[in-house]
């Protein structure tokens, strides 16, 4: 393990000039002007988005972990229910197996735990090694995974299988988030971070259909063929991951200026002249400086960049997620995720055959039901997908909540009343189906892709990558627990029970995130310090706006002859500098 370049100190900020860069004094004014900036790149529209192409296909490529963990969804709603797959692992039989229930719930939350060591590992390999190097390393894992499932013969092979793959979507869903957040402009930022939910519904409503379809197969291709399937989102990945740009910030946290504001170029397809570009670049830098300002502050002794001192220093980080300046942020990562599965979304996809069951329906319409339930998700995270950076975050999350609440709450009474006798209730049924659609759509439109979102835009950039990672732990922790706990609530309630279990859990998430979850819809990720207001976060706001006037100065002294720089561009800078401070600026050409 070698050393490995870190962004300058300010007094060790290079010269614009050296780098070959003239910097638009309009840029600077964009560069201290937080609204501006974040408003620049224009508005929140379709053709806003359509408009950052290569953010878009950047964005879709690096989001295929999530169609991964939607493939592997959509495969056991129906093969856990298939004969062929039964007979070649009777583990998974309840009718020769007296722990079926019990075997189904560890081959589920098998992956889970997996996925939770992967998200946990790609905290380090992301910062180490590159957003793209850890979506990388989350590829061939899963590949192994899958390769090991579709040749499974025994219960045993094809729970290691799963672990496996597992681990690769963890990776894959952690780093992820953090690389749409660090490449997309604030003004769609949230569309594209929604972008990791549709692809997971997107993946459960693929797989559902060719597995669904499959079953028809005589022998174990029948399952087989889906498993093997899911090796082929990967493939595509690795053939566009060499073309896919690097991360403009973490470029910026290696001290890699020139490389970062050619990354902003080519993702926003703008020149370097461009002042829109120009100014983000150097608000990225400065928070690149403050960042291993803090760093050093918090481990002074650690930053010699020494073999010894990098794993010390690797451990703290992980420490300092947990203290002053970042708990808040990571303690609310870790909430969305523990809310996003206890409001029940999961067991709902992995189970809903058998709760259709409950309700009395026969076995063709259980699967064509559980079909239809995945398609009015999709419908939903399309929604959501499309208005989240127009109304923001926290309105979802709270809609969302009641939603489910409601919903949850009716479903437990319809089977609680009349499950004894669903054939002479067949209306009071139908009603348990229709708010069983509800969650679903509640959950499309606000505790499915929320999550995912905000926790990559509220850390700050040198503590990203682990704060995504934490709250990634926390969804797949928890996501292992709920396939654990659901089957012997679903079977030892007759259904009911689960319901109310999630509907009060509903109510706590919809309580929390009005007293407790943040507004960050268009912000720049160098403004999140703000959104908190914590004592820290004020102190490294004003150190951060301290770095951007040496960058500014220097950058006003290097763009032109001092003595050529027009007076209206230097009082500009000043007279935005001195609105956004109270203090006289003390920027000079001199």
């Known amino acids: 393990m ?118 946990f590992m790609s905290g380090y390999v992301s910062d180490r090694y590159s957003r793209k190097g850890s979506l990388a390393f989350g590829m061939v894992w899963f590949i192994i995974g899958s390769v090991l499932q579709s040749a499974s013969y025994s219960f045993a092979q094809l729970v290691v299988g799963r672990f496996i793959g597992g681990i690769g979507i963890g990776v894959l869903s952690s780093t992820a988030p ?125 930053a010699d960049q020494s073999t010894k001192s990098e794993l010390k220093l690797e451990l703290a980080s992980w420490v300092d997620m947990f203290k002053a300046g970042s708990i808040r942020q990571t303690m609310i990562g870790i909430l969305l995720m523990f809310f996003q599965q206890f409001v029940g979304i999961n067991a709902l996809v992995y189970y809903a055959p058998t709760l259709f069951e409950q309700l009395g329906l026969d076995y063709e319409l259980q699967l064509t039901l559980s079909g239809a339930l995945n398609i009015a998700q999709l419908v939903a995270v399309v929604a959501a997908f499309f208005f989240l950076d127009k109304f923001g975050r926290k309105i979802f999350l709270i809609v969302g909540a009641i939603g489910l609440t409601v919903s949850h709450a009716v479903v437990a009474a319809m089977i609680g009343t009349y499950s004894d006798n669903w054939p002479a209730h067949k209306g009071p049924a139908w009603v348990g189906v229709g708010f069983i659609f509800g969650v679903m759509i509640f959950y499309g439109v606000g505790w499915g892709p929320v999550p995912w979102a905000m926790p990559a835009e509220i850390h700050a950039s040198s503590r990203r990558a682990k704060g995504v990672a934490i709250t990634t732990c926390s969804n797949w922790l928890n996501n292992f627990i709920i396939g654990l706990i659901t089957p012997p609530l679903v079977s030892g309630t007759k259904g009911y029970g689960a319901f109310i279990f999630f509907a009060i859990w509903s109510i706590l998430a919809g309580i929390w995130s009005v007293f407790f979850v943040p507004e960050t819809k268009g912000r720049t990720l160098e403004q999140m310090d703000a959104v908190f207001k914590s004592h820290t976060a004020i102190e490294d706001a004003q150190a951060r706006d301290d770095i951007l006037q040496i960058i500014c100065k220097e950058a006003l002294n290097s763009t032109n002859n001092p003595s050529q720089v027009p007076k209206e561009e230097v009082e500009m800078v000043e007279d935005v500098r001195e609105k956004k401070s109270g203090t006289p600026s003390t920027i000079s050409t001199v």
């Open 2 to 119: 070698g050393k490995i370049t870190v962004a300058p100190s300010r007094e060790e900020v290079p010269s614009l000039s050296a780098l070959g860069i003239k910097v638009h004094p309009d840029a600077l004014t964009l560069a201290y002007d937080d609204r501006a900036l974040a408003s620049s790149y224009g508005g929140n529209g379709l053709m806003d988005l359509f408009a950052s192409r290569m953010v878009l296909l950047a964005a879709s490529a690096a989001t295929i972990g999530g169609l991964l963990f939607g493939f592997d969804q959509g495969i056991l709603s129906i093969s856990l229910t298939m004969p062929q797959f039964q007979a070649q692992f009777p583990e998974t039989n309840a009718e020769v197996n007296s722990s079926a229930s019990l075997n189904k719930g560890v081959m589920t939350a098998l992956l889970e735990l997996g996925a939770f060591l992967g998200a």
């Open 178 to 302: 953090t690389y749409i957040s660090e490449i997309s402009p604030p003004n769609i930022r949230g569309a594209l971070l929604v972008l990791e939910q549709f692809s997971i519904v997107l993946g459960i409503v693929v797989m559902y259909y060719i597995t669904y379809g499959s079953r028809y197969l005589s022998g174990d291709g029948s399952f087989r063929l889906p498993f093997a399937l899911q090796m082929f989102p990967c493939i595509i990945l690795g053939c566009f991951l060499y073309q896919l740009p690097y991360s403009p910030r973490w470029l910026a946290l290696r001290g890699r200026d020139k490389d970062c504001l050619e990354s902003l170029c080519r993702l926003r397809q703008l020149p370097d002249k461009d002042p829109r570009v120009q100014a983000e670049w150097i608000t990225i830098r400065a928070e690149a400086i403050r960042n291993r300002e803090v760093l050093v502050r918090a481990h002074p002794s650690m």
